[in-house]
């Protein structure tokens, strides 16, 4: 997992400051390493939502969640516990509607 996000990191810092991951406009690329990103992030109780160290994913992240379409669809809260009869990791998730 850490070798993937210091590979999607090296690639932001290559594109520069401000750009996309792929091209100049919004991609797929970017909504999809930005959902998994932001994923990791809760799931692993990181400090403030992000790890230090991605410092370009964070860029991403913020820019990403800046815009509209994902303010719309935005997750405002989610919460894991152990599922004891399953042996695994429950998740439960609240979406905002878009009015």
Known sequence: MHAGLEE???L????GEG???TDDHLTQ??????????FLCQALDAEAGAPREFAH???LNRRCEALP??????????????????GG?????????ST
């Open 12 to 15: 932001s810092a290559e594109r």
């Open 89 to 97: 990791m429950f998740y439960r998730w609240r979406i905002t509607k």
């Open 8 to 10: 999607l990191e090296h």
């Open 57 to 59: 994913l964070r860029a």
């Open 69 to 86: 379409a994902f303010q719309a669809a935005r997750l405002i809260s989610w919460r894991r516990r152990a599922d004891a009869a399953a």
């Open 19 to 21: 750009r996309w991951l």
């Open 29 to 38: 690329a970017d909504v999809t390493v930005n959902c998994v990103f932001s």
